[in-house]
């Protein structure tokens, strides 16, 4: 149990050990938790992540008849790329107001979602990334116990991209002590090293070389601004992400 106020960092979503009263900071950061961002900035009504293409595509069925009236798209990606019949992939460049105003976008991705997932019974689940990082962090530091930074990871790997966006938290948020672990502090270290270039950093993960080999370099460059919004999705009892 982490001490009262303390953060604490887990590097792939199955490391993370379920506290009760840790507010979680859940990270991936190429691409589900930044494109979720810009999905709710850009003025889509809500965000309802599923671990599964067929949940997806049931529960895309199920809000058009219970709400016909309502766009429900589909987003997301399988082995990083379009999935068949979906609306959208997990380019947060593709979530513009145009696309994605006032609708319900039902969303599956391969390590994101399930990363949501795995934090859902924290009494506080916000989803942290480098567009929305200075707001992520102020909001998770007005929570008066512990912090669970979440990594997604990739594939069930340790992915650098979501350690330096959970090292830039743990920078931003220090004041509070740390774990007794070392996972936050080589975070923290890893952001102190690769802040001057963020974009190399994310291009030498893993997730970031995957992207390199699917020719998503301008994701890359997106994915590397830091600080272009403060919106800071939260998921609701419902198991949506709001803006709210």
Known sequence: MPRPGSISVALTHAAFARDDGACALVIDQL????????????????????????????????????????????????????????????????????????????????????????ARDCPLVLVACLANLSAAAALADRHARSISIICAGTHGQVGLDDALVAGALVRKLGDRPLS????????????????????????????????????????LDFCAQVDITALVPRLMPDGSLTGG
Do not use: M
Request: with cysteine.
């Open 180 to 219: 007794d672990d070392d996972a936050p502090r080589l975070c923290r270290a890893w952001w102190d090293q690769s802040a001057p270039n963020i974009r190399d950093a994310l291009a030498a993960s893993l997730g970031g070389r995957g992207l390199i080999a699917l020719n998503q370099h301008d994701d």
């Open 31 to 118: 691409r589900a938790g930044t494109t979720i961002t810009i999905a709710l900035a850009s003025g889509a009504r809500r965000v309802i992540p599923v671990p599964t293409v067929d949940e997806a595509l049931a529960r895309r069925d199920a809000l058009r008849h219970e709400h016909p009236s309502r766009r429900v798209l589909l987003g997301g990606e399988r082995g990083g790329v379009l999935i068949p019949g979906f609306d959208l992939g997990n380019s947060p460049r593709e979530y513009t107001r145009d696309r994605v105003e006032n609708a319900d976008i039902v969303f599956t991705t391969t390590n994101g979602t399930a990363a949501i997932h795995a």
